[in-house]
């Protein structure tokens, strides 16, 4: 039963919330989304990648506080989601995913103690280079396949034709928890709704921020002209839910100067994934979470004296949430 606690909680900490009960609507919404939009192979991964993750950070003696709130789950789901959908390939693949979960603990490990000396958190940093890493080595491996979602091309401009949006209420609907659903790479509205609900069950602070987040970037995508369909399917909103909970509820205090500050780091978030797509699509890289990573950083060392501190201080590589004065 500790196990299973551990490993619903990790699931939570993926929106960066150490709740069981959430971390069981997670899992849930994605099964769900994945039989609705015939990606099963999707859920079975997160599943399998969130059990071996936590295994390892037991079998290797992590810190029990941080096994506890589900730190060495989170970043393994993710990976176990990611593989199914941007590699293919027969019994091989699940072996390179479990390969792959079990690595994203001990990076998440090496991260955390590399980031923890000026008290900042890994978040999914260590699901971010794993992934790129499996990704990018299977191009030399006869038996893991890259999926067509990982063919690589040069950046181009977007024609208007793919920028203009037919935006009805039924496109903003969508768009608003599409956005929270591809968090774990599903696109379906009804698992947004679901994800919403998980987090409304942790926090209500966080379940509005990540609508506040997702509805702030879909109005900066669609008024840059950014391609209408990728936007629909919530691929430009995903770091921005993730950035508006992590600074606006997590790390931050709730207040109207932390919402400002929060939609300021949206902001930045938007236009990072953007730049992020444009580099990595000669090299097939998906970008995964990377936009939310490097904006959440950056917002949150200014409030840092960038002075190392004792690494006791921070409990198992994560910043303890609520340690700033409430102002951004």
Request: hydrophobic share 60%; no cysteine.
């Amino acid at each position: 039963m500790r196990f299973v606690d551990t490993g619903l909680e990790g699931a939570g900490q993926v929106m960066l919330q150490g709740n069981a009960a959430t971390g069981l609507l997670f899992l849930v919404g994605i099964w769900w989304g994945a039989v609705a939009t015939h990606s099963v192979p999707v859920a079975v991964g997160a599943a399998l990648g969130l059990v071996v993750s936590t295994a390892t950070g037991m079998l290797l003696n992590s810190d029990d506080a941080s096994m506890r709130a589900g730190m060495y789950g989170f970043n393994g789901i993710l990976v176990g989601a990611a593989i199914p959908t941007f590699l293919a390939g027969g019994a091989m693949l699940w072996v390179y995913l479990v390969l792959g979960a079990a690595a994203s603990t001990v990076v998440f490990m090496a991260v955390a103690n590399v980031f923890k000396t000026w008290g900042a958190p890994a978040l999914t940093a260590p699901f971010n280079l794993v992934t790129w890493l499996l990704v990018l080595a299977a191009f030399q491996f006869l038996r893991i396949r890259t999926s067509p979602l990982a063919e690589g091309q040069f950046p181009q401009h977007v024609g208007a034709a793919a920028a203009r949006a037919d935006i009805t209420v039924g496109y903003l609907w969508d768009t608003l928890f599409r956005n929270v659903s591809q968090v774990f790479l599903i696109r379906d509205t009804g698992t947004g709704i679901v994800f919403v609900i998980a987090l409304l069950v942790a926090s209500r602070w966080a379940a509005g921020f990540a609508l506040i987040g997702s509805a702030v970037a879909t109005a900066v995508v669609l008024g840059m002209g950014a391609d209408a369909d990728a936007i629909g399917n919530g691929l430009y909103g995903f770091s921005a839910v993730l950035t508006a909970i992590a600074l606006g509820t997590v790390f931050y205090e709730p207040s109207w100067r932390v919402l400002v500050y929060t939609i300021f780091a949206v902001l930045v978030t938007v236009v990072v994934h953007a730049a992020l797509l444009s580099a990595f699509a000669p090299i097939s890289l998906p970008v995964g979470t990377a936009a939310f990573v490097i904006a959440t950083w950056l917002f949150l060392l200014p409030k840092k004296r960038f002075v190392p501190v004792q690494h006791d201080t921070i409990r198992g590589g994560a910043a303890e949430p609520r340690q700033s004065s409430g102002s951004a």
